[in-house]
C-alpha cells in the first residue's frame, strides 16, 4: 500500500457544486494532516490542516478525518473556478520527521 | 515578509556538470526540505534536515547532496547532473516535519 493515495481522477464541477476528494494513508500513528491546493506551475499552498478525528470547518473549505478508517478528505462547498487546481494530500510518517505526499488530484471548476 | 527563497527559478544545463540549488528561509524553522515533482509522481522527499548539521534521505536521495551549515540554508546539490533529475524542485520549511510546510516558488531544472 502506497503511504498516501490519492486516486480519483480529474473531478469536473459546476460552478457553485460541492467538490469532494478523498485521501487514505497507511501509516496507523500518522497523526498530522494537511491539504495543499497547487495551481499549474506554482508552489503547494497550505489550505488546511487537521488534527483530531471529524470536521474542520475553514471558509468553503471542510477537512474530515477519521483515523479508524485512515482516510481523510477534503468538501469544496460553493466551487469557484478560481478553486480549478491540483490538491495535495499529505501526511506525517515515520515518527514526525517527514510528510508524505499523495500524487494529487484535478479540480476543474466550470463556470 | 516570511518566505522560502529559491535560485535560480529555472537552470538548463548539461549532463555531468555540477550545479547547486540554493533555498533560504526568514522564520527561523529548523525543519527544511527538498522535493522534486514530476507528472504522474507527485511529490516525492529528496532529503531533509532537522536541524544545523542533522541531514536524512527521503525518498529518493539518490543523485543528490545536502548541507545544512546554517539554519536559514539549505542547498541542494547535484555532483553530477544526469537527465533524469530534469524535474520541479521545491524547497520546504518547517518547525517540525510533522507540521505545515511553507514551500518555496520551485526551480525548473533540465539536464541536456
Known amino acids: 500500500q502506497k503511504e498516501v493515495e490519492q486516486n480519483s481522477g480529474p473531478l469536473s464541477v459546476p460552478e457553485g457544486a460541492i467538490a469532494s476528494l478523498n485521501c487514505t494513508y497507511s501509516d496507523r500513528v500518522s497523526q498530522s494532516f494537511f491539504w495543499y491546493r497547487q495551481y499549474s506551475g506554482k508552489s503547494p499552498e497550505l489550505i488546511m490542516s487537521i488534527y483530531s478525528n471529524g470536521d474542520k470547518e475553514d471558509g468553503r473549505f471542510t477537512a474530515q478525518l477519521n483515523k479508524a478508517s485512515q482516510y481523510v478528505s477534503l468538501l469544496i462547498r460553493d466551487s469557484q473556478p478560481s478553486d480549478s487546481a491540483t490538491y495535495l494530500c499529505a501526511v506525517n510518517m515515520k515518527g514526525n520527521n517527514r510528510l508524505a505526499f499523495g500524487k494529487g488530484n484535478q479540480v476543474v471548476v466550470i463556470p | ?112
Open chain 2, 1 to 112: 515578509e516570511a518566505q522560502v527563497t529559491q535560485n535560480p527559478r529555472y537552470l538548463i544545463t548539461v549532463t555531468g556538470k555540477k550545479l547547486t540549488v540554493t533555498c533560504s528561509q526568514n522564520m527561523n524553522h529548523e525543519y527544511m526540505s527538498w522535493y522534486r515533482q514530476d507528472p504522474g509522481l507527485g511529490l516525492r522527499q529528496i532529503y531533509y534536515s532537522m536541524n544545523v548539521e542533522v541531514t536524512d534521505k527521503g525518498d529518493v536521495p539518490e543523485g543528490y547532496k545536502v548541507s545544512r551549515k546554517e539554519k536559514r540554508n539549505f542547498p541542494l546539490i547535484l555532483e553530477s547532473p544526469s537527465p533524469n533529475q530534469t524535474s520541479l524542485y521545491f524547497c520546504a520549511s518547517s518547525t517540525g516535519g510533522a507540521q505545515p510546510q511553507h514551500f518555496g516558488d520551485g526551480t525548473r531544472l533540465s539536464i541536456l
